[in-house]
């Protein structure tokens, strides 16, 4: 089975943008979770999906939203843009609805830069 | 003070020895999982957890529920094994939770 994908790997926006990266999860995978990392930070969890509803949701502001299609690719979406967002976003699929037995797979992230 | 703890956050080794890793959580789990992500940022599964010990391969990971500690362990580590190794816990109900992670470099 092919892995999860992302796209685009890299990207460079500048301050008041916004962005939208895409998530495929493995085929037959349903929930989708999305995760930022910064050097400062780690990683922190932004939201998870599981046919097509949100789950979960960490604390973000209202500039970061997903979602989730019928074919479970993932979206998310952060609008105006600020420095602080410049990260490596990465996404993760799982088979079930992220139950605690779950194991996740991650993507290889996609690595936003803010101008 | 952060719910998910790492220690320690740096780590030098020699080739062959034997490495701990040691994560301490003070929040109510379902499971803990183990990562490892290499330069490049591709993050692996190592293990999930929800009792007692597994084992794969070098890999050994402990965890011990009523004191809310879990520990990795490498033996004979070998330059490949060189990355950060992130533990992370699952709330009870909701999301992961992420430590900082342990940079491990292992010295042929």
């Known amino acids: 089975k092919a892995g999860v994908t992302q796209t685009p790997r890299y990207l460079i926006k500048t301050r008041g943008q916004q962005v939208t990266l895409s998530c495929s999860p493995i085929?037959?995978?349903?929930?989708v979770s999305w995760y930022q990392q910064t050097p400062g930070q780690g990683l922190q969890f932004l939201f998870e999906?599981?046919?097509?509803?949100?789950?979960n949701k960490g604390n973000f502001p209202g500039r970061f939203s997903g979602r989730q299609f019928s074919n479970s690719r993932s979206e998310m979406n952060v609008s105006t843009l600020e420095l602080g967002d410049s990260a490596l976003y990465l996404c993760?699929?799982?088979?079930?609805?992220?139950?605690?037995?779950?194991?996740?797979?991650f993507g290889p992230g996609t690595r936003l830069t803010v101008l | 003070k952060n719910e998910v703890e790492q220690s320690p956050q740096n780590l030098t080794a020699q080739e062959g020895e034997f490495i701990t890793i040691n994560c301490s959580y003070s929040?109510?789990?379902?499971?803990l999982h183990w990562l490892q992500q290499h330069p490049g940022g591709g993050i692996v599964s190592l293990f999930m957890?929800?009792?007692g010990k597994k084992k794969h391969g070098r890999l050994i990971a402990t965890i011990n529920i009523q004191e809310k500690h879990s520990s990795l362990h490498i033996t004979a580590s070998h330059p490949r094994d060189s990355a950060v190794y992130i533990c992370?816990?699952?709330?009870?109900?909701?999301?992961?939770?992420f430590g900082k992670g342990t940079k491990l470099s292992v010295k042929p």
């Open positions: 993760a699929s799982s088979p079930l609805a992220g139950g605690p037995g779950d194991t996740q797979y």
């Open positions: 085929s037959g995978h349903r929930s």
């Open positions: 999906y599981f046919s097509e509803t949100q789950r």
């Open positions: 929040v109510g789990i379902s499971a």
């Open positions: 957890l929800s009792s």
């Open positions: 992370a816990v699952k709330r009870s109900q909701g999301n992961l939770i």
